[in-house]
């Protein structure tokens, strides 16, 4: 690949778009493009990411790594470098053609019944949290056509994961939620696997940025258990997708000194209390105040609200969660 493609790629990805949309803030700024901040790449406890924006370059004084947007797309994802340019090209084309996806499925939700009846059945009631949300609904079937009359190719949807390579829709009969660079499904029937991602990571924490400042936030698994603490009012909530985080979810929780209470699954086979247990040490170790909140037997939070469950009830089990 010559410099000159390469330097093209570097100019529409702006390095300091690129750490923005993965969650890297600034701590300060040196001057007017120059800025300082904790390090992505490692576990910081001060500031020492440098990023100038005018060059495009970066520099650790911690780790001592450096380079452009592609050196940090190697560096971040652990890939070699013709794997980072494929995902800085993909970053640069799926914002768009996601956005687009998740109006599509997000104008089908009112028109089916079956959709509005299972968010029902999960507690999901308030037309401010689907529009909060921006709940959709896939009904399978009519994705590729929308998307080709938007003018995307259709090597593209194939690429992304929204439709397969015969060209029928990925997502079929699924509650659709969309995530920083992904979609997550949920299957509203019992004949196929429940959960389903784009073959993307699933990023960072759930609307984290709207969280990050909270000096207490509630951490739990899913996405309905955020719904129907969102919906109860616990405005301090986020979500994992999953007991288990990845490397950027678990730095974002360490990013400031907060009480995080653990709200997973309470499992008949204890899976998630031992989820729980486990990053309640880690979090621990990197100066958090973790605290795990016990659900009864066999109830996540979600279920805790459907089965008659309130705000009140919930907050008490935040007051008498340990640490």
Known sequence: MNRQVLDELKRQIPLLDYLQAHDWRSARPLSRDRWLGLCPLHQDH?????????????????????????????????????????????????????????????????????????????????????????????????????????????????????????????????????????????????????HRFLPTGKGGLYYWEQVRRCPEIILVEGLFDYAVLWQAGFRNVTCSLGSHLNALQFRQLCDHRRTVYIAFDADPNNGGQRAAQILAQRLGAHGSKPVTVSLPVGHDPNSFFVQGGDARQFQALLEAALP
């Not at 190697?74 to 996806?101: K, N, S, T």
């Not at 829709?169 to 429940?194: K, M, Q």
Request: net charge positive; aromatic share 12%; with cysteine.
């Open 46 to 194: 001060k500031p020492s990411f440098l990023v100038d924006a005018n060059k495009g370059l970066f520099y650790c004084y911690g780790c001592g790594r450096g380079g452009d947007v592609i050196r940090f797309a190697e560096l971040y994802h652990q890939v070699r470098f013709p794997q980072a340019l494929a995902l800085l090209r993909r970053w640069r084309g799926l914002g768009a053609l996601l956005c687009d996806a998740a109006s599509f499925y997000h104008l089908q939700l009112h028109r089916h019944g079956e959709a509005v009846a299972y968010l029902h059945q999960r507690g999901v009631q308030s037309a401010e949290l689907v529009e909060h949300m921006r709940i959709g609904y896939a009904p399978g079937g009519c994705l590729r056509g929308w998307l080709t009359d938007l003018s995307y190719a259709p090597a593209a949807l194939h690429q992304a994961g929204l439709v397969t390579r015969a060209g029928y829709d990925t997502y079929i009969r699924r509650i659709v939620f969309p995530l920083e660079g992904n979609l997550y499904g949920r299957s509203i029937s019992d004949t196929a696997p429940p």
